[in-house]
């Protein structure tokens, strides 16, 4: 199983230009989420999926878009790339499962993206 | 709102010492998972334990442990006679439970860990 697979690991754009950053899981995890990774801030949320066809907007959502159009791809568009975009992403696949007294999850995450805008 | 909080931004301990991370967590859910998680100098992300709300039991794990206390929301992390190996960043994550998935973790800022041999 490859897991969850990012491409491309290294990007460099120009300040205005888009760009689509690929993920996709083989694991039929039904939940997806992009996180970008900043210095001293840890990971933080930009948008999720609980299934195809469902996304919502994370904790920094502005200046990306994303799409579920099947269960195994998630991809993440930045429209008008920015220096503030400057980051490390990160695409994450998880599961639930019911257990005896509550649930069972766990996020499994892709190699991860370095994107410089200069 | 959830938050996660890692005080400790860097530490820096000479190998074979035991060290403490520490994260102090947030949250007015009465269910909710916690995590760990590893970043070595390559930069990916590794699972390491994930601790669910109801169970306080701490864990250990060859030289690994982890201490779950609710009354004080800390779940602290302790490397037992640390190596080399063991620098890398490390993240405390929380998600709220309820029928939801990991798809929204909470990531705490990060501790650099560095072992001096």
Not at chain 1, 23 to 46: F, K, T, V
Not at chain 2, 65 to 77: E, L, V
């Amino acid at each position: 199983n490859a897991g969850v697979t990012q491409t491309p690991k290294f990007q460099v754009l120009k300040t205005g230009q888009s760009m689509t950053l690929q993920c996709a899981q083989d694991m039929n995890h039904e939940y997806m989420s992009w996180y970008r990774q900043d210095p001293g801030m840890g990971l933080r949320l930009i948008h999720y999926s609980v299934g195809a066809g469902i996304t919502d907007q994370g904790e920094v959502p502005n200046g990306y878009n994303v799409s579920r159009s099947t269960t195994e791809d998630f991809p993440l568009r930045l429209l008008s790339a920015a220096p503030s975009q400057t980051s490390v992403y990160f695409c994450a696949s998880s599961y639930l499962l019911p257990l005896t007294g509550g649930w069972n999850t766990e996020a499994f995450f892709g190699q991860g993206t370095r994107l410089t805008v200069v | 709102a959830q938050k996660v909080t890692q005080a400790q931004t860097e530490i820096s301990v000479v190998e074979k010492e035991d060290v403490t991370l520490d994260c102090v967590y947030e949250t007015r859910d009465t269910t909710y998972y916690l995590f760990w998680y590893k970043q070595p100098p390559s930069g990916e992300l590794v699972f390491l334990i994930r601790r669910n709300s109801f169970d306080e039991q701490n864990e250990i794990s060859g030289r690994y442990s982890w201490n779950f206390q609710k009354s004080t929301s800390s779940f602290n992390f302790t490397i037992t006679a640390s190596q080399v190996v063991d620098s890398a960043v490390y993240f405390c994550a929380l998600v709220p439970a309820s029928g939801q998935g990991a798809q929204k973790l909470v990531f705490g800022q990060g501790t650099r860990l560095t072992i001096n041999p």
